[in-house]
């Protein structure tokens, strides 16, 4: 990656990886279980004991049968955590470092690939002085953030590093925490096994802070053997677990006896709000709630699900109540719950449709709407799945608004429907599994409302005609071509960029461009900038306004062939021209105005006429112009009528003010010039600078003529003395700056000189510099050196965590750039090299066609097919491209049939969505061998539908998502055990 492909936030880049429904209060874990007040007390006053020791690290393993309420706990002690400061001296830093919930219904929630990316994440939030240290280290290696990178690495650079850092902060404060929650939803049990073992190790390292981890799970033999390997067990502190006091053995515990009095508050709670709308519900009895709280069996998890059942407004609370009570108590420990659940299924109108039901929602991998559960299953499957749910509302919530997804309350009740053994009822079991339904039915919908189309086929098929034409510049680097970028990456853009710089010099208007312009401050630009074809390019620019001038530093270039030529008439003649005055005004010209040929000149009248000019006075206020009014040259001018008319100027007057101007006056020609009438004029207005710090001279800058004279040299030389800064920093400067006179004074060497100033970093972090900096002038400085240079300050680090840093067109480029290696890579591994073009399917045909694309061909086709692409907005869309331009029309086409794609998707159902990226999980989870109507539902789809599905996918979700199904897809195909179901001469 390309240098100046990394001025961007890399917090930004953590902020898209990191998993923000893992944090214990995101809205995604709605409802949140939380501890009633009152209850739990014993426990939690235990484990904030625990917390409170700082003496050494420890992990903090809180274990469980399902539904003792684990999840309660660890929500209750991180919202505690979370209100608690590390020190009396913060307003900020809490001792909450950072939470992560694991869930197996969601993707980035049961796996550790995002884990330390997350945690990483929300402790910079946390604490901002470990921002600048991270920052580094992502740049460094942005591939950390990949969830496939190795666990140790980012172990080791978004946890041990950043809390390295805080090491000597946290010395004497309470230990900060991080909680993390139900380990046992992490579906790789080696995955959890490492993690457990790196926490483990990060705690032993010698020059990391006391802190401590509060971790729940459900007790599993792969969590519980990892908790008690020889080198993590010395660190965990485990509950339940027996502590001594007064000699007396207490036993804290999940669920200890003094769990059934917790339950008993909460029943209690419960009823209450239950008779506040049901009046006429008799409160319970002591006896009674006994008698609930028993059938719990300490199980959080069962109380509430019994109250739910209980108070019901459909149905009658008083009977609902009998039948919990009916329930024995006589029954095994773990099992108090699906003996319940086995008491609400069998009060259904057809328990064997509503067991079929709640094994289906508890199969989804994301959750559905009730209506998209119908149309997923289909007019016979999903008949009546409205009328079955409803009869679950103890169970799963189901929201008044049709269009909000169905979700279970508890993992108990999808262990107890995904696995026919939890349930009793034997009338139950001979339905079909859910998810051979799930998958039989993916197949029914897509082959149903899938369009049938070749268009992104036929579309990489007219891109890949222009192979041969490009393929021998292939070899150049990707990355390094694109090191010129200075905004988002389009297609058009990036492709017109990568072809001009290849050679292809058809597109006229690019060098014109912001991408264009930085293009030519790389060697190979200023190469181009000195051929034939350059100079007459830039000679084009001569009748340009010196303002859009400056933006083309290289100008310089083609003007050297004319100060080197021995016709000197020739050299002063185009001395006199617009294009050889505003040359002058520029850096090469100031240089040469400091040779002996631009000295010379400049006591010729040609040169003497040009100091009166408005030019000529702007350039006797640069540092060159004010050297040579020291030297003899500018000595003698300065007694002509011509300087002394100068010193009457603002521009001189305001030099005579300067070191330059006082050196002067001491000379025998200053103080010769003092005693004529303007020196003695000068002398009554020197304190002029102290006059512009008073009422009166503020409000002087603020009038029509205050403006003009800010624009003048006079005016910016001012606004670069202490009177100046001061001035801006005011807040009839502020005004200013948001002024076209001072935005553009921000862009030349005086305001970017300013902008590096403590006066000017403090007004980068106002609204007022924060509104500028997403302005074009605004975005350009910050590709400039003082640019980069001030995003690597903490304020530049923190106006970067602002939507308009985040922005940031370096961070588009690194993540897209990311995710362009690692899908070229997956895709390569899909369809191998070796397989013949003949034996593929049209879907690896396509895939086949994108490898084999050179790379300056593959990057915009990605860009174009990219998910939630913005190509459409690009402003070379517009652009009259030459008609022979073949290639640019093969991306055109592309980007409108993704664009017209993801229309579509606007009207496409949930279900649809679900079913197309799904199809694959279901398939893998259904029983072996496939029953025949899956096997005959797969052969079509996988024949005849696969091409339509690909091209739908990719531009909807990106190739990369569609790789992980096809990969998935072609195991079965190719395994011995489905085989016989699939026709050989598709293979």
């Known amino acids: ?91 900020v830093e809490k001792r909450l470092l950072g939470t992560f919930f694991f869930s197996r219904k969601h993707t980035q929630r049961c796996t550790t690939g995002y884990f330390f990316a997350t945690l990483a994440y929300q402790l910079v939030s946390n604490f901002p002085s470990v921002r600048e240290d991270l920052n580094r280290t992502i740049q460094d290696n942005p591939g950390l953030l990949h969830p496939d990178k190795s666990l140790y690495d980012q172990l080791e650079a978004f946890f041990l590093q950043p809390l390295r850092g805080l090491r000597y902060r946290l010395r004497n404060c309470l230990p900060p925490v991080f909680a ?20 483990g190790q990060a705690l032993r390292q010698p020059d990391m802070p006391v802190i401590h981890i509060l971790l729940t799970s459900r007790s599993e033999p792969h969590i519980r053997n990892a908790f008690q390997n020889e080198e993590v067990c010395p660190l965990v502190c485990e509950i339940p677990v027996k502590t001594s006091g007064g000699g007396i053995a207490t036993i804290i515990s999940l669920d200890g006896t003094d769990v059934d009095n917790d339950i008993c508050i909460f029943l209690e709670h419960s009823f209450k709000e239950l008779r506040s709308r049901c009046p006429d519900f008799p409160p319970p009895t002591r006896e009674t709630l006994m008698r609930l709280a028993s059938r719990a069996g300490r199980r959080f998890i069962v109380a509430s699900t019994m109250m739910k059942f209980i108070d019901d407004e459909h149905q009658d609370p008083r009977a609902r109540l009998e039948l919990m009570l009916k329930l024995t108590s006589n029954l095994l420990p773990g099992t108090e719950v699906y003996k319940l659940y086995d008491r609400i299924l069998s009060t259904c109108a057809n328990p064997m449709r509503a067991y079929q039901h709640l094994s289906v929602v508890a199969s989804l991998t994301d959750p559905l709407p009730m209506s998209q559960i119908s149309k997923l299953l289909g007019p016979g499957e999903g008949s009546d799945v409205d009328t079955a749910l409803v009869q679950l509302r103890s169970i799963m919530d189901i929201p008044d608004d049709s269009s909000l997804p169905v979700q279970i309350y508890h993992s108990s009740a999808r262990d107890y429907a995904c696995d026919p053994l939890n349930c009793s009822l034997s009338e139950l079991r001979h339905n079909a599994h859910p998810h051979s339904l799930l998958a039989r039915s993916s197949f029914r919908l897509m082959m149903q409302d899938m369009q049938a189309s070749r268009a992104l086929l036929d579309a990489l098929s007219a891109l890949n005609r222009h192979r041969p034409a490009v393929q021998s510049h292939s070899s150049w680097d990707l990355q390094e071509s694109l090191s010129y970028i200075v905004q988002p990456l389009e297609p058009l853009q990036v492709l017109a960029g990568l072809l001009w710089v290849r050679g292809d010099r058809s597109l006229k208007f690019w060098p014109d461009t912001l991408d264009g312009r930085a293009w030519q401050q790389t060697h190979q630009g200023k190469c181009w900038l000195q051929t034939r074809e350059g100079q007459d390019w830039l000679r084009t620019k001569e009748e340009l306004p010196v303002e859009e001038r400056k933006l083309l530093p290289t100008v310089k270039f083609w003007p050297q062939g004319i100060l080197r030529s021995n016709d000197r008439s020739q ?181 970017q000189g300013w902008l590096q100033t403590p006066g000017g970093q403090s007004w980068l972090q106002i609204q007022g510099g924060q509104d500028w900096l997403l302005t074009q002038g605004g975005q350009e400085w910050l590709w400039t050196p003082g640019g980069k240079s001030w995003l690597q300050t903490p304020e530049g680090q923190s106006w970067l965590q602002t939507p308009g840093g985040q922005a940031s067109p370096a961070a588009s480029v690194w993540l897209t750039m990311e995710e362009f290696s690692c899908t070229l890579m997956e895709s390569r591994r899909t369809v191998p090299v070796v397989v013949s073009e003949s034996s593929l399917l049209p879907a690896f045909q396509m895939i086949r066609l994108f490898n084999n694309l050179p790379d300056f061909l593959m990057f915009p086709a990605f860009l174009a097919l990219r998910y939630q692409v913005r190509s459409t907005a690009s402003a070379l869309s517009q652009v009259p491209f030459p008609s022979n331009m073949e290639v640019i029309h093969a991306v055109k086409a592309i980007i409108e049939l993704a664009k017209e794609t993801q229309e579509e998707n606007r009207s496409a159902s949930d279900a649809l969505n679900y079913a197309c990226q799904n199809w694959a999980f279901h398939v893998s989870q259904a029983p072996k061998p496939w029953d025949n109507m899956l096997s005959h539902l797969f052969k079509s789809f996988w024949n005849y539908h696969l091409l339509f599905w690909l091209e739908r996918q990719w531009c909807l979700k990106g190739l990369q998502s569609c790789l992980v199904l096809l990969s998935e897809g072609k195991r079965f195909n190719s395994c011995e055990e489905y085989s016989p179901l699939i026709d050989p001469s598709n293979q």
């Open 571 to 751: 050299t002063l003649r185009w001395l006199q021209t617009q294009g050889g005055q505003d040359w002058l005004l520029m850096q090469e010209g100031q240089e040469w105005l400091q040779t002996l040929r631009g000295q010379s000149w400049l006591q010729v009248p040609g040169g003497q006429s040009w100091l009166q000019t408005p030019r000529g006075q702007s350039w006797l206020q640069t540092q060159g112009g004010q050297g040579w009014l020291l030297i003899q040259g500018g000595q003698e001018w300065l007694q002509t009528p011509g300087g002394q008319s100068w010193l009457q100027t603002q521009g001189g007057q305001d030099w005579l003010l300067i070191q330059g101007g006082q050196e002067w006056i001491q000379t025998p020609g200053g103080q010769t010039w003092l005693q004529t009438q303007g020196g003695q004029d000068w002398l009554l207005i020197q304190k002029r600078q102290e006059w512009l710090q008073t009422l009166r001279g503020k409000s002087w800058l603020q009038t029509p003529r205050g403006q003009s004279w800010l624009q003048t040299q006079g005016g910016q030389g001012w606004l670069l003395i202490q009177g100046g800064q001061e001035w801006l920093l005011t807040p009839g400067g502020q005004s200013w700056l948001q002024t076209q006179g001072g935005q553009g004074w921000l862009l030349i060497q005086g305001g």
């Open 180 to 199: 993390v929650d139900a380990l046992d939803e992490c579906t790789s049990e080696t995955e959890i096994a490492d993690l457990i073992s790196l926490l």
């Open 1 to 91: 990656m390309a240098e100046n492909q990394f001025s961007g936030h890399p917090r930004s880049w953590l902020s898209q990886v990191a998993v923000k429904g893992a944090e214990f209060d995101s809205r995604e874990r709605q409802p949140h279980p939380k501890c009633l007040r009152g209850t739990r007390v014993d426990l939690l006053n235990y484990i904030h004991g625990l917390l409170d020791n700082q003496e050494e690290s420890k992990l903090i393993w809180l274990h469980g049968t399902a539904g003792v309420g684990k999840s309660a706990v660890a929500f209750t002690v991180a919202e505690r955590m979370r209100g608690l400061k590390v020190s009396e001296q913060t307003t």
